[in-house]
Nanobody, 119 residues
Framework: QVQLVESGGGLVQPGGSLRLSCAASGSIFSINAMGWFRQAPGKERVFIAS????????FIPDSVQDRFTISRDEDKNTVYLQMNSLTAEDTAVYYC????????????WGQGTQVTVSS
């Protein structure tokens, strides 16, 4: 089992930046990859970034690639999402998730952290 705890959300003004953190605990050795998703009110959960735990290879869709960066700190078992040039459209609950070894889907999820972009 893997436990994920997000932090770093909050209220930010348009054009501002935030860095979200996701601390993993439990069976860390079994993690294949980690990622970030977000869900805006009334909308479906959307994938926004992933990182392979062993190699550090990342994937970010074109929709946010120029503004978001994902990274990891293996010593701290933590994944980060750096978000820049935020707009109101980035307002959502952001979730951290993990893919177990031998799997191809995100099986473990954090509780989410709220990000609100507003002046």
């Amino acid at each position: 089992q893997v436990q994920l705890v997000e932090s770093g959300g909050g209220l930010v003004q348009p054009g501002g930046s935030l860095r979200l953190s996701c601390a993993a605990s439990g069976s860390i050795f079994s993690i294949n990859a980690m990622g970030w998703f977000r869900q805006a009110p009334g909308k479906e959960r959307v994938f926004i970034a992933s990182i392979r735990w062993s190699s550090g290879n990342t994937f970010i869709p074109d929709s946010v690639q120029d503004r978001f960066t994902i990274s990891r700190d293996e010593d701290k078992n933590t994944v980060y999402l750096q978000m820049n040039s935020l707009t109101a459209e980035d307002t959502a609950v952001y979730y951290c998730a993990a893919v177990p070894a031998g799997r191809l889907v995100f099986d473990y999820w954090g509780q989410g952290t709220q990000v609100t972009v507003s002046s």
